[in-house]
T-cell receptor, first 115, second 111 residues
């Protein structure tokens, strides 16, 4: 079945540092890939997505490129802020047998940014 | 649009009690989902629905039931609460394979 593997956290950085959170996936076909962010006490919200190979998703200074050859979708940001402290989830969505779309989530990576 | 709404926000149950977690969306999404989130464990899919009248089990359906009589509503029923069901429950909706929209969550404590 499908799976998503994320680097374990917490990731602790100083403000303005460079961020990478690794995500690799296993899928049978051509899934859409997502990064969601969860701020403390809230539900998940979409950060960015990519729907086909070599697409780059971007939002709020975050970027991720859909790499089919390495089955990866790593999240990057050039300069993190304290307000970026949250839990980040990598996810994929692919058509299942029978035609339904069931998403698969990684376990989440906690990011802590210090001033 | 209100998006995805969930009630209650927090609830304490005694072992063996029952309750229904409510979820509603006003985006006319066909897909709706229930997840539970345990600390450090990510999200686990409990049940999902691809449209009114159609539901199916996810990864961890035992101890839960759902119904989908309308496009908007997708309640989750706990019949006999157990301590293992202490968790944060999230409802989400989407239009097929596209972005999921999550509710704010329900924190459930079973004592």
């Amino acid at each position: 079945g499908n799976s998503v593997t994320q680097m374990e956290g917490p990731v602790t950085l100083s403000e303005e540092a460079f961020l990478t959170i690794n995500c690799t996936y296993t899928a049978t076909g051509y899934p859409s890939l997502f990064w969601y962010v969860q701020y403390p006490g809230e539900g998940l919200q979409l950060l960015l997505k990519a729907t086909k190979a070599d697409d780059k998703g971007s939002n709020k200074g975050f970027e991720a490129t859909y790499r089919k050859e390495t089955t990866s979708f790593h999240l990057e940001k050039g300069s993190v802020q304290v307000s970026d402290s949250a839990v980040y989830f990598c996810a994929l969505s692919e058509t299942q047998a029978g035609g339904s779309y069931i998403p698969t989530f990684g376990r989440g990576t906690s990011l802590i940014v210090h001033p | 649009n209100a998006g995805v709404t969930q009630t209650p926000k927090f609830r304490i149950l005694k072992i063996g009690q029952s309750m229904t977690l409510q979820c509603a969306q006003d985006m006319n999404h066909n897909y709706m989902y229930w997840y539970r989130q345990d600390p450090g464990m990510g999200l686990k899919l409990i049940y999902y629905s691809v449209g009114a009248g159609i539901t199916d089990k996810g990864e961890v359906p035992n101890g839960y039931n759902v119904s989908r009589s309308t496009t908007e509503d997708f309640p989750l029923r706990l019949e006999l609460a157990a301590p293992s069901q202490t968790s944060v429950y999230f409802c989400a909706s989407s239009y097929s394979e596209e972005t999921q929209y999550f509710g704010p969550g329900t924190r459930l404590l079973v004592l």
